[in-house]
T-cell receptor, first 112, second 115 residues
Framework: GNSVTQMEGPVTLSEEAFLTINCTYT??????LFWYVQYPGEGLQLLLK?????DKGSNKGFEATYRKETTSFHLEKGSVQVSDSAVYFC???????????FGKGTKLSVKP | DTGVSQNPRHKITKRGQNVTFRCDPI?????LYWYRQTLGQGPEFLTY????????KSRLLSDRFSAERPKGSFSTLEIQRTEQGDSAMYLC?????????????FGPGTRLLVL
């Protein structure tokens, strides 16, 4: 069945450091891929998405490229801020039902 | 666009009691999803509606769980005879499904604690 695997956290970085959070997936067909972010005490917010191979999603300085050959959708940001501290979830949507399948999440802490 | 809202935001109940949560989706969205999130895990899909039709409910965790969307607008999720293992965050999401493409927008969630 479909599944998503994320790198385990927590990840602790200093402000302005480079961020990579790895995400790989298993799916039949051509799923859409998403990154959601969850700030403390809040629901999930869509960060970015990609719907087909080689698409690059980007938002707020974050980027991720849909790599079908490696079944990956790694999240990157060139210079993190303290305000980026949150839990990041990689997800896929495939099949006719439309429900999202999530990874376990990666907690990011950015220190000043 | 006021976003997806959920009520209550927090619920504490005693084991064996029934609880009901409400979700109000973004107004023009035709799909509504329910997920459960436990500590340290990603959200887990429970059920979803397209307009008023419940198209998938086999993923509901037990027959104690049920959901409705009577007029294709708001939805309720009910848990009967709650157990301590039901303690979790219950998330609602809505989307506008067009030709198979959609993006789901989540509400803030209802956090349930069963004592």
């Amino acid at each position: 069945g479909n599944s998503v695997t994320q790198m385990e956290g927590p990840v602790t970085l200093s402000e302005e450091a480079f961020l990579t959070i790895n995400c790989t997936y298993t799916a039949t067909g051509y799923p859409s891929l998403f990154w959601y972010v969850q700030y403390p005490g809040e629901g999930l917010q869509l960060l970015l998405k990609a719907t087909k191979a080689d698409d690059k999603g980007s938002n707020k300085g974050f980027e991720a490229t849909y790599r079908k050959e490696t079944t990956s959708f790694h999240l990157e940001k060139g210079s993190v801020q303290v305000s980026d501290s949150a839990v990041y979830f990689c997800a896929l949507r495939g099949g006719s039902q439309g429900n999202l399948i999530f990874g376990k999440g990666t907690k990011l802490s950015v220190k000043p | 666009d006021t976003g997806v809202s959920q009520n209550p935001r927090h619920k504490i109940t005693k084991r064996g009691q029934n609880v009901t949560f409400r979700c109000d989706p973004i107004s023009e969205h035709n799909r509504l999803y329910w997920y459960r999130q436990t500590l340290g895990q990603g959200p887990e899909f429970l059920t979803y509606f397209q307009n008023e039709a419940q198209l998938e409910k086999s993923r509901l965790l037990s027959d104690r769980f049920s959901a409705e969307r009577p007029k294709g607008s708001f939805s309720t999720l009910e848990i009967q005879r709650t157990e301590q293992g039901d303690s979790a965050m219950y998330l609602c999401a809505s989307s506008l499904n067009r030709g198979g493409q959609e993006t789901q927008y989540f509400g803030p969630g209802t956090r349930l604690l069963v004592l």
